[in-house]
């Protein structure tokens, strides 16, 4: 009973002198209650208290309190008695402080406007809301540059951020609290002032193939000769080039509505090739004719993932949305992210990744592709994320790797995937993908192989830098 009496004395600001307040806690031996020694329980339960509430009946409970301060209550009377305290707390004082800080503010979340964008803002809207009942979420939708572009293939625009701007703008600008993106978006380097606070449960990572409906039942392989097979993926392209080069791949662009119905309603396509997440997470699972394993097509950095994103300085909101971290994603993703960065790969050039996590191990595979697929480096490697919380884990450790501030993943485990996803990368720089991926970028940028040279153990000396990293 005391300590949860003292609990609501320590919520109270501090009477003035004279007033209700003041009368009421002055008929208190605060040194007793805090000991433990007061007991104060009444026989029965007095009637609720109905708001609005006289700041005038501080003194009467005080007085009441002081009055039965010599009873020996029962467990039961010291129940009745709690219950009946903690009701007058919330009634005369209000919410605490804590919960004064979000209980009365509307959560805002920006994403962009496509179905799929809603399906998967909503997602985590709902999760929040499971984990934080007491608060509101308002969902503002935008559209980026990457929407409004349709014409133009992906890896051609030249835009840093393209699904990404425009919500970063409405986050700084504090339109926004927090913005739902696909992973797989957001560039390895984030604006100054930003971080991915949340990284949800990973879906299906690999990508799917869809047929047009004359083809269902069909896989790449039994497609015939010449058949045209839709991506706006460099990397799909240059892997699939390379496994089915009897098939011709072709850019589509548009949400995953656009290219279905331009799929279904045209003789233009014989297959599309989209991410199996989306297509779940739509409910088009019926529409995937085959899944693509990583010994067929190897899958984008962050695939599948859902991120939050957040103010780096908005230690609200980032405690609100670690509570959606996933461990085996988080580490998972920083690997990826990690080998990524390293190459100053993006959408322009074929970098594909696939993680799993074994037996406490995370395997990294990686592979640079040319855009024709005809040369290629691939590895993997391996390391322990096996690591307990420490002290220095939690709230006050907003870290970041690779744009990534995961409170609840031990921070050792998050370094040893950082330094997992740098070492792949050198490992293929040092074998010649600098020189493999700059020829890449270069063809894509201007349609014209250009002969880069050489620098130490294979690189190419100064490649221009990846458009999507600002």
């Not at 009634?91 to 402080?97: E, T």
């Not at 080039?241 to 850019?251: G, M, N, T, Y």
């Not at 790797?401 to 995961?406: D, F, L, N, P």
């Not at 050792?412 to 020829?439: C, F, N, P, T, W």
């Amino acid at each position: 009973m005391a300590p949860l009496f003292a609990a609501w004395v320590r919520r109270m600001p501090a009477p003035a002198a004279g007033s209700p307040e003041q009368s009421f806690l002055c008929g208190w031996d605060l040194g007793s209650l805090l000991a433990g020694s007061v007991h104060s329980c009444p026989p029965s339960r007095p009637p609720p208290i109905q708001p609005p509430p006289s700041p005038y009946l501080w003194p009467h409970i005080g007085a009441r309190f002081v009055k039965r301060s010599s009873l020996d209550p029962t467990p039961a009377q010291w129940l009745a008695e709690t219950s009946w305290v903690l009701e007058m707390a919330d009634v005369l004082l209000g919410p605490s402080q804590e919960e004064n800080g979000t209980k009365n503010h509307t959560i805002r979340v920006g994403t962009r406007k496509s179905q799929l964008a809603r399906i998967q803002t909503d997602s985590v809207v709902q999760m929040l809301q499971d984990h934080h009942p007491h608060l509101c979420f308002e969902i503002v939708a935008m559209s980026t540059t990457g929407d409004k572009i349709l014409d133009t293939a992906l890896s051609k625009i030249g835009e840093k951020s393209l699904f990404t701007k425009e919500l970063e703008n409405a986050l700084e600008r504090n339109e926004v609290d927090l913005v739902v993106h696909s992973l797989k978006d957001l560039p390895t380097s984030l604006p100054l002032g930003f971080t991915i606070g949340a990284v949800c449960k990973r879906e299906n990572p690999h990508d799917a193939v869809v047929f047009h409906p004359k083809h269902c039942g069909e896989t790449l392989s039994s497609l015939p000769g010449k058949s045209v097979v839709g991506t706006s993926s460099l990397r799909r392209a240059a892997q699939l080039k390379r496994k089915f080069p009897q098939l011709e791949f072709r850019d589509i662009r548009g949400n995953l509505n656009t290219r279905l119905k331009k799929l279904d309603e045209k003789e233009d396509f014989s297959a599309i090739i989209l991410a199996a997440a989306g297509l779940k997470r739509m409910g088009w699972d019926s529409r995937m004719g085959q899944i693509l394993s990583p010994a067929d097509c190897l899958y984008a950095v962050g695939q599948g993932a859902l991120a939050v994103e957040v103010r780096a300085k908005d230690h609200e909101i980032l405690e609100l949305v670690s509570v959606l971290h996933d461990r085996e994603t988080v580490l998972c993703c920083i690997a990826e992210r990690a080998f990524m960065k390293r190459l100053e790969g993006g959408c322009s050039v074929p970098v594909a990744v696939s993680t799993t996590v074994k037996d406490l191990q995370l395997y990294l595979t990686g592979a640079v592709y040319s855009l024709d697929g005809a040369e290629s480096l691939q590895q993997t490697m391996q390391a322990t994320v096996d690591f307990p919380l420490e002290d220095t884990d939690g709230p006050n450790d907003d870290t970041q790797h690779v744009g990534i501030t995961a409170r609840t993943v031990p921070g050792r485990a998050q370094q040893a995937a950082e330094k997992l996803g740098v070492d792949l990368a050198e490992l293929l720089l040092s074998q010649g993908a600098g020189l493999i991926l700059a020829v890449a970028r270069q063809l894509n940028e201007t349609g014209e192989p250009v002969g880069l040279p050489r620098g130490g153990n294979g690189r190419a000396a100064s490649p221009p830098p990846c458009p999507h990293q600002p």
